[in-house]
């Protein structure tokens, strides 16, 4: 790993560059929260303390994704590609959380062959990072084995230090080239140990409080409680919006839909693929059988994935500690209420 220094004012330089040559998604502050958007000047950039209210998965997993044109005449069908425009990209201002979330939607989407469409937008995209600077009141990250100041998943991560300048730590082959390209913006770290000890006293204090539960007892617990009164009770709230799914970082569950018209004797149109959620009613819905038709089997789906089988076949979470799915669920469901009370129950016998 390369670490150099970079003033803001060469920062500011170096973006009205590469916003001639990029696409650059970055936090932006809207009137009611913060998320990922295109930017077209550095000022427009937030730079908040903590992790925006969305993660930036919609730029590698869009809501709505246009897979393939159809037109069929008769018995005849034609396939064509659609319209995407998947050119050079930065994202800047990636949490830990978020992009530990990226690491795992690479295992989902390589898993059985690869996902062309979300590869494309992963390969053409860079990811500049940046540690936390104080955890967000919902935060729960190293709970879940995520360090809120490290680089992992990162091409580079910059770490405001608060003095006009940023420490910027070149973490992959792709950040490399990037640096490589423009590294006259840099400059050598030549008081490295008085900036770093200005960084993250907060953050500190967080990564040495104690873990809110235990994985492995929660991970043993639903090995063995597939059925259980806690689904009923804590699901009794759920309304099914989704809002905990479409929030989620790692969620990618998806549909297909068609968007077709009738013209010149023949259907022509596009297979979106969409965001699509455990907690509707109408998921895994087959024309003959619902597998799970009530909200707390729905409910259950949703812990048993994150907290089960995911690790049962990647030996890895699909939950980073982001906090989003605590901070915004509309009837107020805690997924961290939820594992302490598995916990608990596991403690009980």
């Known amino acids: 790993m390369t670490t150099k220094l970079i003033t803001r004012n060469s920062l500011k330089k170096l973006m009205?560059?590469?916003?001639?040559?990029?696409?650059?998604?970055?936090?932006?502050?809207?009137?009611?929260v913060s998320a990922f958007q295109r930017i077209s000047a550095y000022e427009e950039i937030g730079w908040p303390d903590s992790n925006t209210a969305r993660s930036p998965k919609e730029f590698f997993l869009p809501p709505a994704d246009g897979l393939f044109r159809f037109q069929q005449t008769g018995r005849e069908t034609l396939l064509s590609e659609p319209a995407n425009h998947h050119g050079p990209r930065i994202i800047l201002?990636?949490?830990?959380?978020?992009?530990?979330?990226?690491?795992?939607?690479?295992?989902?989407?390589?898993?059985?062959?690869?996902?062309?469409?979300?590869t494309a937008l992963r390969d053409n995209t860079l990811v500049i990072g940046q540690?936390?600077?104080?955890?967000?009141k919902d935060c729960f990250c190293t709970s879940v084995g995520i360090n809120p100041t490290a680089s992992l998943n990162m091409d580079i991560m910059l770490t405001d230090l608060r003095d006009e300048r940023f420490l910027v730590d070149i973490v992959s082959p792709k950040g490399e080239d990037f640096f490589s390209y423009f590294s006259h913006f840099f400059q050598e770290p030549e008081d490295l140990p008085r900036a770093l000890s200005a960084q993250t006293r907060e953050m500190v204090f967080y990564l040495g409080e104690d873990k809110m539960f235990d994985l492995r007892v929660i991970k043993k617990w639903l090995d063995n409680n597939f059925e259980n009164p806690l689904w009923t009770k804590t699901a009794a709230r759920?309304?099914?919006?989704?809002?905990?799914?479409?929030?989620?970082?790692?969620?990618?569950?998806?549909?297909?839909?068609?968007?077709?018209?009738?013209?010149?004797?023949?259907?022509?149109?596009?297979?979106?693929?969409?965001?699509?959620?455990?907690?509707?009613?109408?998921?895994?819905?087959?024309?003959?059988?619902?597998?799970?038709?009530t909200q707390d089997r729905r409910f259950r789906q949703r812990i048993m994935h994150k907290f089960k089988y995911s690790f049962d076949r990647y030996q890895q979470l699909a939950c980073v500690g982001c906090g989003r799915c605590r901070s915004l669920c509309p009837v107020g469901i805690d997924l961290v209420e939820v594992l302490v009370s598995i916990s608990r129950q596991s403690h009980q016998f």
Not at 93 to 118: N, Q, T
Not at 131 to 136: A, Q, V
Not at 258 to 286: A, I, M
């Open 238 to 293: 759920c309304i099914g919006c989704g809002a905990c799914s479409f929030l989620c970082p790692t969620c990618h569950c998806f549909d297909f839909t068609d968007e077709s018209t009738y013209q010149d004797n023949s259907f022509q149109g596009l297979r979106k693929r969409v965001w699509d959620s455990c907690s509707f009613s109408h998921f895994t819905q087959t024309p003959t059988h619902q597998p799970r038709p």
């Open 131 to 136: 540690p936390c600077w104080k955890p967000g």
């Open 93 to 118: 201002g990636v949490r830990p959380c978020d992009a530990a979330a990226l690491a795992i939607m690479d295992r989902v989407f390589s898993e059985k062959g690869i996902d062309v469409h979300y």
């Open 16 to 32: 009205r560059d590469l916003l001639t040559v990029f696409e650059i998604v970055a936090p932006v502050q809207g009137e009611a």
